[in-house]
Structures are given as C-alpha cells and as structure tokens.
C-alpha cells in the first residue's frame, strides 16, 4: 500500500531516504544505457519474462478443455468483449473471494464491506461487494462477465516485486480450484488456460479488445520494501526481505515492470490476438491523494519525487510498446492514464462538466481513522522484531512493543500503538461528485465516465470530442477528428 509508506518511520527517516535517493540516483544513467534502440531493457537481469515461457508452454501442449464455449466469438454486445489483466482498480471481486488478511472483529477482511462510522456505533459501506470502490469498478459498467476479467486487488506486474506473504491465501499452488491471479504473469497463466484452442491459439482473437492495467502496486512494494531493509540495518535486526530483489532499486523495479508488462503484449500478439490491446500508463501523483504529503524530501515533496519515476517508466513503456508494432499499424494503444488523472487538478473543467467538484489539490471521500501496517502482514514475526527494536521505549497499555497487530493508531510502520477501539471511517456527503473514493482507488462515479472512455478508445473510429477519449487516447482521437470519423 502506498500509502503506508508516505509516512517516515520516527528514527530511521533519513536512513531509509537515504538508501531510496542512492537508487535514484541510477535512474538517468540507467533510462540512457538500459533501453536499446529497440526499447528493451538490456541488462535489467531479470530472465525470461515468465509469460512468454507459459505461451510456449500452451503452445506445445494446448488446452485440453478447448476454448470456453459458453463465451463463442460474435455473441454479447460490443461492450463486453473485453478481457481484462490488472490490479484493484479493475478487479471486480476476484481478490475478495479468498484473502484473510487486515483482520479485524466485527468487519472481516480486507476489501471490508462495512466499517464503523465516526461515532463508532452504527456500520457504514465501505467497499461494495468485493471491489475497492463505493459501487462499480469499470469493467462492471461494461457489463464484462467475471470469467473474462482477471484483475485481482494487491496484484504486481512482476513475480519478483510482489509480496509473497500478502498473497498467501488466493495465489497457493494447492488451491487448484481457483488458479494464482496475484501477478500479471498468473492472470496471463490462467487465460491461456482457459481460451486458448487446441492448437495454442487464443480463441475470438479478433473480436476481443485486452486490457493490461496494472503495475503501481510493484512501486510501491519496493519502495516499502527499501525502507524496511534500510530500518533494520539501523536497528541491527536480522531480517530477510520478503520481497526478493537482488538489486533493490527503482531502476530495477522500472526496467522489470515494464518489460513484464511489453512481454504480456508481445505474447498476446504471438498467441494470435489482432483486436485492439489497450495499456494505460501509469497515473500522475499529483492527481492522487495518497500522494498530496506535506512532508518534503531532499526538496521535493512526496508527489514529485514519484513523478520523476513515474514519468520514466512511462517513458520506457512507451518505447518498448512502440518496438512491437510494425509502422502503419494501431493494434496496441497506450492509453495516456497520467495526462487524465493529472487533468483533475490542473485542468480540471473536463471533471467539472461531468460532474466532479475538484480543486487545485486531491480529495478523496472515505478517510479511515485509523492506519493500516501492511508491513506486519508483508513480515509476520519479523515486524514484530522491528517493532520491538524501535518502541522498546513505548507505552502501551493493551499491546505489548511485540505484539503483532496490522490497523494502528499511529501512521508510522511498524505501528507504535495497535488499534484498540473499533476501527472507524469518515464518509464525505457527496461521493459522487469526487474522483477518488479512497487515498488510491476511485469513486463509483468515476468509473462509471472511465469505462465509457475505455470503450470509446477501444474502437477503430472513436469520438474525439469527448473530453475524457481526447485524454486517454489523445494521438487517436485527434486523427479521427481531423477525418470527421
């Protein structure tokens, strides 16, 4: 979670930071000698993207069940032919049906359905029905069966910068009756598996669009995972990093995801795919309220010291992307996400005119008062290692400073003081006239505009004068307007 990682540990700030600018600073250098002319990531020594060796693998034994024939090319609307890959911002229940994690009494786990309010005497929605929103997620307002969407809250574009332990209980090898969709490369996995045809093909191929979202929840589990590192080499714990990076760093993280990423295309391509793949990059900082901090680091505040990657990383994608398609062809588009997002702050009528009340700043509608430490859920009995080693000076009345415990009152990770009382959530009056429902995840109302655009840009010949298509798809959209499409 990003968000946990926005607040510095109480000793060991500088320390961390330090370890974090050190990666940074690799970055130039890296973004000019690591991407060929072809844009791949030469030297990322990350091995064969894992997908890529599944497609063979599909290739050279088929699926034996053949491709589903309750979903045969030219039925269902125009709308719902879209497979989906990616992370809780399209994940429409899959990551809801098996996790245990963020346990609390008397609200479950995590995506909680109800929360207590304010007062902290009556319940009130949280997440709706398994999805990380007030109400729909796009691909639901597209009407997309579940069986064709594969996104899974927490999901990571690579193996190598998930959590291992956060995906323990819907990525276990022995839960045969629901296949691994906690990465990129799982959900690609379990699709092959499930359309491919007997000779390896993808079935429908030119009647579906794909979609591939996904890639910020690998930011931010480095970032967390650098910190944690840089804490316990403070303290003289002895640790091992979940998140298993021989070379922790952003320019490995950027080079890993979007090659991950780039090989999911290519391999969509080399299964047979011709319809249009869809791939948003990654969102402005400046638009998403888990980023707005006050706090400033080495002179830059917590949204500019992520748009310097993430600008980056768009960057890379954007040449690694364009080495796919021969000239001449508009197969694969990338949906331009950061020009959008960062569009609700700094243009902010194309918002308005749907609706939305922004303002020169984030605002998100539910706010949680309390924390969530994901660290403990990432590190089990290692964050109560930590925590003993940094709050042995602390107070706490119910807890001991080596308790495990994941909802705190404090912001700091590991927490200091566990949550005791019932855990509560603000709500705003007006959820549908906001962006963002939580620090990361976007309203209902959002959605429900954003899968119009997604539509619109999936199509051959789209209507450029909406505002939100000539965001997302800008290159296009132009073009057909200048045609008069």
């Known amino acids: 979670m990003v968000a946990s990682w926005t607040k510095m540990f109480l000793v ?23 991407v060929g002319e072809q844009g791949t990531a030469e030297g990322a020594n990350i091995g064969e993207p894992s997908n890529r060796r599944r497609a063979e693998e599909v290739r050279a034994h088929g699926n034996r069940n053949g491709c589903k024939k309750d979903y045969p090319c030219g039925t269902g609307s125009e709308e719902t032919k879209i497979i989906v890959f990616g992370d809780s911002n399209s994940d429409a229940g899959r990551r809801f049906d098996a996790p245990n994690v963020y346990p609390f009494s008397d609200i479950g786990v995590y995506p909680w359905e109800k929360v207590y309010d304010a007062d902290g005497e009556g319940m009130v929605d949280v997440y709706h029905e398994g999805t990380n929103t007030n109400g729909k997620v796009w691909a639901q307002y597209l009407n997309i069966p579940n069986v064709q969407n594969y996104a899974t809250g927490s999901g990571t574009a690579t193996d190598t910068f998930r959590s291992q332990q956060l995906c ?4 276990t090898k022995a839960d045969k009756a629901s296949r691994r969709t906690g990465t990129l490369g799982e959900q690609m996995t379990k699709y092959l598996k499930d359309f491919s045809l007997e000779d390896g093909k993808i079935g429908c191929s030119s009647e579906y ?38 070379d922790m760093n952003f320019v490995t993280m950027m080079q890993g995801v979007t090659d991950d990423i780039v090989a999911a295309v290519a391999t969509l391509i080399e299964m047979g795919v011709t319809g249009r793949i869809l ?70 009528d194309i918002f308005n005119e749907e609706g939305f009340k922004t303002s020169s700043t984030p605002e998100q509608c539910l706010t949680y008062n309390f924390h969530v430490d994901s660290s403990t859920d990432i590190m089990g009995s290692q964050a109560q290692a930590l925590r003993g080693k940094l709050f042995d000076w602390a107070q706490c009345d119910n807890y001991g400073p080596t308790d495990e415990c994941v909802l705190c009152q404090d912001q700091m990770s590991p927490c200091q003081n566990c949550l005791v009382d019932p855990p509560t ?28 655009a997604v539509f619109e840009c999936s199509k051959d010949e789209l209507d450029g ?14 073009e057909c307007s200048e045609k008069e499409c």
């Not at 060991?12 to 690591?34: F, M, N, R, Y």
């Not at 323990?168 to 990525?171: D, E, I, K, M, N």
């Open 425 to 452: 959530v603000s709500v705003c009056d007006s959820p549908d006239e906001h962006i963002f429902w939580d620090g990361l995840h976007t309203t209902d109302a959002f959605n429900k505009v954003f899968a119009n």
């Open 279 to 348: 791939v948003p990059n990654f969102p402005s900082p400046f638009g998403v309220p888990a980023f707005d901090s006050p706090d400033v680091y080495y002179g830059l505040t917590l949204a500019e010291f992520y748009d310097q990657f993430i600008t980056t990383m768009n960057t890379m994608l954007d040449l690694k992307l364009s080495a796919l398609s021969s000239a001449g062809e508009d197969q694969v588009r990338v949906l331009d996400l950061y020009s959008l997002i960062d569009s609700s702050v700094h243009d902010r």
């Open 168 to 171: 323990t209980g819907y990525t």
């Open 12 to 34: 060991s700030g500088l320390v961390a930071w330090s370890a974090i600018s050190s990666a940074w600073g690799a970055i130039d250098v890296s973004l000019s000698e690591g």
């Open 209 to 246: 669009t794909h979609f591939i979202g996904i890639g910020m929840n690998d930011v931010s589990n480095v970032a967390e995972a650098m910190q944690r590192t840089a804490l316990a080499e403070y303290l003289g714990v002895t640790y091992t990093e979940p998140v298993s990076v021989d």
């Open 465 to 478: 004068s909406q505002p939100w298509v000539g965001k997302l798809c800008p290159a296009v959209a132009t």
